[in-house]
């Protein structure tokens, strides 16, 4: 059984504020990493795919892996109220049965006040 | 445009009904997955399907059934043994070369009448 753990929240921060959300992951051989944006009622977005360890920014997005820790995040520079939603952490299963499906963790509720 | 389209968008069961929700991708993409989701709750695996005319079971298949007779299309069967199917349902597809995200329709939310 793959295990995908996030920070529980809910996480409420300031406009304007860093918002960071962490995600920890069981599968050692994990490659792959997503971030899914899911605003309320809606279908998750892709945000963010990282890969390799280290820093991945686009735009006010940054993912941050460390494989040795079994740790990604995403930190939300400059937070704006439209980015409050629920963050999805996926990673992608690398061995045998596992091959092609994404695990997923609960999900982070993000609120940005004005 | 090319994308995921899931229908209907609300769908109502009687009891004893099945129902069935449509997937369709103009993607070209290779593997198609069905999850749901509950109120709170992540997305759960119920099946999916890496190539045509083949699927696997997820962790919730029990009371679902799907077919993959062609690649743009991944149907999914909510028959009368899944006892408590109102959930929002998800599609998603992915392209067949590794470490490709899956991409998302706008789902189905299902009730019971």
């Known amino acids: 059984q793959k295990e995908v753990e996030q920070n529980s929240g809910p996480l409420s921060v300031p406009e304007g504020a860093i918002a960071s959300l962490n995600c920890t992951y069981s599968d050692r051989v994990s490659q792959s990493f997503f971030w899914y944006r899911q605003y309320s009622g809606k279908s998750p977005e892709l945000i963010m795919s990282?890969?390799?360890?280290g820093d991945k920014e686009d735009g006010r997005f940054t993912a941050q892996l460390n494989k040795a820790s079994q740790y990604v995040s995403l930190l939300i520079r400059d937070s704006q109220p439209s980015d409050s939603a629920t963050y999805l952490c996926a990673v992608k299963g690398d061995r045998g049965s596992t091959l092609g499906r994404l695990y997923f963790g609960r999900g982070t509720q993000l609120t940005v006040w004005p | 445009d090319g994308g995921i389209t899931q229908s209907p968008k609300y769908l109502f069961r009687k009891e004893g009904q099945n129902v069935t929700l449509s997937c369709e991708q103009n993607l070209n993409h290779d593997a198609m997955y069905w999850y749901r989701q509950d109120p709170g709750q992540g997305l759960r695996l119920i099946y999916y399907?890496?190539?045509?005319?083949?699927?696997q079971k997820g962790d919730i298949a029990e009371g679902y059934s799907v077919s993959r007779e062609k690649k743009e299309s991944f149907p999914l069967t909510v028959t009368s043994a899944q006892k408590n199917p109102t959930a929002f349902y998800l599609c998603?597809?992915?392209?067949?070369?590794?470490?490709?995200?899956?991409?998302f329709g706008d789902g189905t939310r299902l009730s019971i009448l």
């Open positions: 990282i890969y390799s360890n």
């Open positions: 998603a597809s992915r392209q067949g070369k590794e470490g490709q995200p899956q991409h």
């Open positions: 399907s890496q190539i045509v005319n083949d699927f």
